[in-house]
């Protein structure tokens, strides 16, 4: 479903636990890392594909979860052609999001990652708020910056900040290492989760999921 201008209704997901960390997935057989996110289907307000993606991509239900905030307007990102499957090329231009601050009543074990057949994810963990944008695919780190920067105001005790790390990692993080072949052997954080699926490849040219990019 796209809009007059070749846009797809999506929402973004910010997730919080107690501390005001937020959820940090990586995409499965890949290096990059984000937000849950997905497409609105016909008939569906923002929240309703919210509460359907928060499921089908880290295994939450409603109960699990309260609603802090979310941006106001649409925030819009274009994929590069490289990204988009040949037959959707010149209709298709990229995402227009609604983004939930969403902080977890539940608990961290009640994540999952393998709620549907079709994960996105193959490894989380709990990071900082101003996420380092260098581990985000580029053509989305416009809208993660405007994103966070409008729900920051929404954190709970928000410590005013406005400090993106362009440059990498931090310190502590540096020490975390990933092989792009599922099952390979690599570190994660305390709190990081890693879900293998060897029989799944979501990469980013490839696959009906394409225009969830």
């Known amino acids: 479903m796209l809009d007059r201008e070749g846009f797809r209704p999506n929402v973004g997901i910010v997730l919080l636990n107690q501390k005001n960390q937020v959820f940090w997935g990586k995409r499965i057989r890949t290096h990059s890392w984000q937000f849950p996110q997905g497409g609105i ?3 569906e307000t923002p929240e309703q594909a919210m509460i359907r993606e928060l499921h089908e991509e880290v295994g939450l239900l ?3 979860v309260r609603i802090v905030a979310r941006t106001r307007d649409w925030l819009r990102y274009e994929v590069p052609d490289r990204y988009i499957r040949r037959d959707a090329r010149g209709f298709y231009k990229g995402q227009k999001q609604i983004w939930f601050l969403l902080q977890l009543v539940g608990h961290d074990w009640d994540l999952n990652l393998r709620a549907t057949s079709h994960p996105e994810f193959d490894a989380w963990r709990w990071n900082d708020y ?3 944008l260098d581990a985000v695919v ?3 780190r416009g809208v993660y910056e ?3 920067t409008e729900l920051a105001r929404y954190l709970p005790r928000y410590e005013l900040r406005n400090r993106f790390l362009r440059q990498g990692m931090r310190p502590h993080e540096q020490d975390v ?7 390979a052997n690599f570190e994660l954080p305390p709190g990081g989760s890693f879900e ?3 029989q799944t490849s979501h990469e980013f040219d490839t696959g009906e999921k394409t225009h969830d990019i």
Do not use: Q, S
């Open 196 to 198: 293998p699926d060897p």
């Open 130 to 132: 101003w996420v380092p």
């Open 62 to 64: 409603r109960e699990h």
């Open 138 to 140: 580029e053509f989305k």
């Open 177 to 183: 290492t990933f092989d792009a072949m599922p099952g």
């Open 146 to 148: 405007i994103a966070l």
């Open 41 to 43: 289907d016909r008939g």
